[in-house]
C-alpha cells in the first residue's frame, strides 16, 4: 500500500501521462512539450479562485475528486521538492481589468503567495507591465503574450516556470558533429550530435534510453527511444510513455549515448482537452469567480506555451500556463549503445523524485547550414540528405551515415559506368582507323 508521499508522486505522474495522451490524440507530426507542473499550478489556483460546480468539476476531473485542502498541501509539497532557485522557478500572476473590493483584493493576494513568488496586474499594466514580468520570469524565451485586446478581458491567471541547468559534464567542441537525424515526415536532415559516455541507462521489451544528469545531480535529462523503430509517436504513445516507471528502471551501465541538440517553441490551447474531461464549467461563460460577479457572458480559455532549447552545454526551457477569460564490489556492467536519430520521446526530471518537470517528443529538426567544423571525420562530411525515402535505396539503413555511404556508392558506380563508356568509344574508334 502506498504513503501519502507515493500517493503524491502517483497522482502527478498520471497527470503527465494523461497529459502527453492528450497531446498525442491530434495525431500532428510536431514537436511536443509540456510542462505539467506548470498545468497543474494554474489548474490549482483556479480551483481555489473558484467557487460552485467550476471547483468541483476541476476537483473531479484532475485531481481524483480530492477536496480542496488536499489539492492544495498535494501541489505545495510538490513545488517545494522541485524549488531550487539556481535551477527551477515558478511564478504566479493574476489580471483583474476591473480591482475588486479590498476584501477579495488581500484573499487573491494571499492565495498566489502561498504557491511562490506572485504578483496582480490591473488595466493601466497591459500590455507593457505583464510582457515585462513574463519575460522576466522566463528569462527571455517567452516574449510578447499579451496586447492591447487583454485591456477588455475581465479576468485572466497565469503561471509562468522557467528551468535553466548546466550538464555535470558539458561535451566539448569534438564531441559534437553533424549526423543524419530522421524526421517523423521521413525526410533525413544533417544535424548536430553530442557524443559521450553515460553512467546510468535502462533497457525493457520496449524502450531503451539512458539519464544524462546536470550539474548537482537534482535533475536528469532522460530520453527514451521506441525499440519498435516507427516514426510515429503519437500512435505510440496512446499506449502510455511512463517516464517515472522508467527511471525506477534505470541501471548502472556504460552507455554510448549520441543524441542531438535541438530548440523549438510549442503553443497548444488546452480548453478542449480539459472539457472532454470534464471541466466544462471552467471554459463557459458561466465559470464561477465570486469576486467577478456574474453574466460576464465570455468564454474562457487556456493556452500552454513552452519554449526548450537543449546543446552542448545544457537545457533551457521555460513554459506559460494562461487561464483567460476571451478567448559496492565492481562489477562488469552492462552495455548500452543509443542513437537518437530518429523521433524520440525526452524529460526532465527531478532526481529525488523521478517525477517530470517538462516531458516532449522530438519529431523534426531543422537542417543545419553552415561549413562542417575542422573536427569532423572525413567520413562524416557526406552533403545532407533531405529528401523522401522512396528516392532512397530500397533497404533501408538505420543510421543516416549508411543512407550516404550507399548514395556515394551509386554515385561511384555510375562513375565507373561513364569511363567504361569512354574506352569502348575509343577501342570502336581505333578499329575503324
Not at 126 to 151: F, H, S, Y
Amino acid at each position: 500500500m502506498m504513503d501519502s508521499t507515493e500517493k503524491k508522486y502517483d497522482f502527478y505522474n498520471r497527470f503527465s501521462k494523461q497529459l502527453l495522451m492528450w497531446y498525442a490524440k491530434s495525431g500532428r507530426k510536431e514537436n511536443v512539450a509540456i510542462s505539467p507542473v506548470s498545468v497543474l499550478v494554474a489548474l490549482c489556483l483556479a480551483a481555489e479562485l473558484s467557487e460552485g460546480e467550476t471547483r468541483q468539476q476541476i476537483l473531479t476531473g484532475v485531481f481524483d475528486n480530492q477536496d480542496m485542502d488536499t489539492v492544495k498541501s498535494t501541489v505545495l509539497s510538490l513545488l517545494r521538492k522541485f524549488s531550487n532557485d539556481s535551477v527551477f522557478q515558478t511564478a504566479n500572476a493574476v489580471y483583474l481589468r476591473e480591482k475588486p473590493s479590498s476584501e477579495w483584493n488581500s484573499a487573491i493576494s494571499a492565495t498566489l503567495k502561498a504557491y511562490g513568488s506572485s504578483r496582480m496586474f490591473t488595466q493601466s499594466d497591459v500590455p507593457d507591465g505583464l510582457n515585462q514580468w513574463i519575460q522576466k520570469q522566463t528569462e527571455g524565451m517567452i516574449r510578447n503574450c499579451a496586447d492591447n485586446r487583454m485591456k477588455d478581458m475581465p479576468f485572466s491567471l497565469m503561471n509562468a516556470m522557467c528551468f535553466n541547468a548546466r550538464w555535470k559534464k558539458i561535451y566539448k567542441d569534438q564531441e559534437v558533429y553533424p549526423e543524419t537525424f530522421r524526421n517523423a515526415d521521413n525526410y533525413y536532415h544533417r544535424v548536430p550530435m553530442m557524443h559521450g559516455e553515460e553512467s546510468y541507462g535502462f533497457s525493457t521489451r520496449d524502450y531503451i534510453g539512458f539519464a544524462k544528469p546536470y550539474l548537482g545531480w537534482k535533475y536528469v535529462f532522460m530520453t527514451v527511444l521506441p525499440r519498435k523503430k516507427t516514426l510515429d509517436l503519437n500512435e505510440a504513445v496512446t499506449a502510455g510513455v511512463d517516464f517515472y516507471k522508467l527511471n525506477k528502471s534505470m541501471i548502472l551501465a556504460d552507455v554510448q549515448a549520441i543524441f542531438p541538440e535541438f530548440i523549438y517553441d510549442c503553443e497548444e490551447k488546452l480548453e478542449d482537452i480539459l472539457s472532454e474531461n470534464g471541466l466544462k464549467k471552467l471554459f463557459s461563460a458561466e465559470a464561477e469567480f465570486p469576486f467577478l460577479g456574474h453574466g460576464n457572458n465570455i468564454e474562457p480559455d487556456m493556452v500552454h506555451k513552452v519554449h526548450i532549447e537543449v546543446d552542448r552545454t545544457g537545457t533551457k526551457a521555460a513554459a506559460l500556463t494562461s487561464y483567460k477569460m476571451g478567448g559496492g564490489l565492481p562489477r562488469k556492467l552492462k552495455q548500452l549503445f543509443i542513437k537518437l536519430d530518429r523521433p524520440f520521446y525526452y524529460a526532465v526530471l527531478h532526481e529525488e523524485t523521478g517525477l517530470p518537470i517538462l516531458i516532449g517528443i522530438v519529431n523534426r529538426i531543422e537542417p543545419e547550414t553552415g561549413n562542417l567544423p575542422d573536427h569532423v571525420p572525413e567520413k562524416q562530411r557526406e552533403k545532407r540528405i533531405a529528401q523522401p525515402s522512396n528516392e532512397l535505396p530500397k533497404v533501408m539503413p538505420v543510421h543516416g551515415l549508411s543512407v550516404a555511404r550507399a548514395m556515394r556508392n551509386k554515385k561511384r558506380g555510375t562513375e565507373d559506368r561513364q569511363k567504361q563508356n569512354k574506352v569502348r568509344v575509343r577501342t570502336q574508334y581505333r578499329r575503324k582507323k
